[in-house]
T-cell receptor
Framework: NAGVTQTPKFQVLKTGQSMTLQCAQD?????MSWYRQDPGMGLRLIHY???????DQGEVPNGYNVSRSTTEDFPLRLLSAAPSQTSVYFC??????????FGSGTQLSVL | EDKVVQSPLSLVVHEGDTVTLNCSYE??????LLWYKQEKKAPTFLFML????IEKKSGRLSSILDKKELFSILNITATQTGDSAIYLC??????????????FGQGTILTVHP
């Protein structure tokens, strides 16, 4: 019973590097989303998807891309990492209007 | 723009104390309010509230919603060190799709000392 699986758990990047955070869920949830969590700012929505082939921007989308080719996977791409993207990233999914299920998070440091 | 404000931002208590965490909101087309507990990593779901005045309870934790005054409280009685965590409040609006939009507050950091 895996739920929402995120990889990697930790990552250190240099400014300008690109990388992809992986997210997969096995609950057949249509809705998937990416959040970043910074001290004192709660969770802020980066991008979300309501189904395969459909994505939309959240509150803080700049510098990030997403795609949703399958129901299960929702990767988040950092195009050119910046120190301001140092944060903890969470992937989350839900079925309709039910509660969100979160992945275990990725701690990203950009030097 | 939707807004969720939690207070206090941090709280330190001793085991056995009772705490009340607050969440106020300004949301267009309110649908539900959710509470999450975040210990080391992923937030875990506590309660979802949709109707005013109906208390939700789970063990020592309880929560209630006031849709007229636009706030919710989360009560924890007889606190234990295992209650130490960040407590997150989130409000869902009806949004442009059937999925709605979830807005999180800043969180309350609760520390329970033995």
């Amino acid at each position: 019973n895996a739920g929402v699986t995120q990889t990697p758990k930790f990552q250190v990047l240099k400014t300008g590097q690109s990388m992809t955070l992986q997210c997969a869920q096995d609950m057949n949830h249509e809705y998937m989303s990416w959040y970043r969590q910074d001290p004192g700012m709660g969770l802020r929505l980066i991008h979300y998807s309501v189904g395969a082939g459909i994505t939309d921007q959240g509150e803080v989308p700049n510098g990030y891309n997403v795609s949703r080719s399958t129901t299960e996977d929702f990767p988040l791409r950092l195009l050119s990492a910046a120190p301001s993207q140092t944060s903890v990233y969470f992937c989350a999914s839900r079925l309709g209007n039910e509660k969100l299920f979160f992945g275990s998070g990725t701690q990203l440091s950009v030097l | 723009e939707d807004k969720v404000v939690q207070s206090p931002l941090s709280l330190v208590v001793h085991e056995g104390d009772t705490v009340t965490l607050n969440c106020s909101y300004e949301v267009t087309n309110f649908r539900s309010l959710l509470w999450y507990k975040q210990e080391k990593k992923a937030p875990t779901f506590l309660f979802m509230l949709t109707s005013s005045g109906i208390e939700k309870k789970s063990g020592r934790l309880s929560s209630i919603l006031d849709k007229k005054e636009l706030f919710s409280i989360l009560n924890i009685t007889a606190t234990q060190t295992g209650d130490s965590a960040i407590y997150l409040c989130a409000v869902k609006n009806a949004g442009g799709t059937s999925y709605g939009k979830l807005t999180f507050g800043q969180g309350t950091i609760l520390t329970v000392h033995p």
